[in-house]
């Protein structure tokens, strides 16, 4: 399908007049790590803290959006860069919105990473390497995925049969054997402030 009569509608807000109303700057904070390291967890922990304290946050959960918006794609590596691909595009316009996004994806490419970091502007894009080691990992195993890995039963798995490229220069490394989901959260939480995302008093 031609996309030459396709134009992109502007917003008659600014950036700023968001941040303005709602006493945040839009970003997108992405948890990349092994199956099992965390990232569902952290990520709901974060918002749950964000929302507490009267910020607009939301998380898109890797699971969640393959029962909707990615429930046509399967787990080829093809399908897996899409998955990322119209991931990063919602979680650019939520963050447009003037939202703080948490995203909890395996995402195991440098490359899908960096081309989602390519969509927002710069110091609006925090990549978090939730680094548990792939022992931990394996030995928490919530849905049975690495014993079922192991039996070849599933094809492709990140850490297994398939790579896992690792964050180069992250915004934050958390170590969940160090710290606790809350306490995790609370770090991630306090990164942000520390960027000067929060531009004034929560709106309320």
Request: charged share 20%; proline share 5%.
């Amino acid at each position: 399908m031609s996309t030459s009569n396709i134009v992109w509608h502007q917003s008659r807000l600014t950036p700023e007049q968001r941040a303005a109303h709602l006493g945040q700057a839009g970003a997108v904070v992405w948890l990349t790590g092994l199956s099992g390291s965390g990232k569902s967890t952290i990520a709901m922990a974060l918002e749950q803290q964000l929302v507490a304290a009267g910020r607009f946050a939301y998380v898109l959960d890797g699971d969640n959006l393959r029962h909707g918006l990615c429930a046509d794609l399967g787990f080829s590596e093809e399908a897996r860069r899409e998955n990322i691909r119209r991931v990063g595009h919602v979680a650019r316009l939520f963050a447009d919105a003037g939202g703080l996004v948490v995203t909890a994806f395996i995402s195991p490419h440098r490359a899908e990473r960096d081309a989602v970091r390519a969509l927002l502007p710069a110091g609006r894009f925090f990549e978090v390497h939730v680094a548990t080691p792939i022992e931990v990992c394996e030995s928490r195993d919530p849905k049975g995925l690495y014993k079922r890995a192991r039996a070849g039963e599933i094809a492709d798995f990140t850490g297994i049969s398939s790579p896992y490229e690792a964050p180069l220069e992250p915004e934050v490394v958390l170590d969940t054997q160090a710290l606790g989901i809350e306490a995790a959260a609370a770090h991630l939480a306090q990164r942000l402030t520390e960027a000067g995302l929060f531009t004034g008093p929560p709106r309320g």
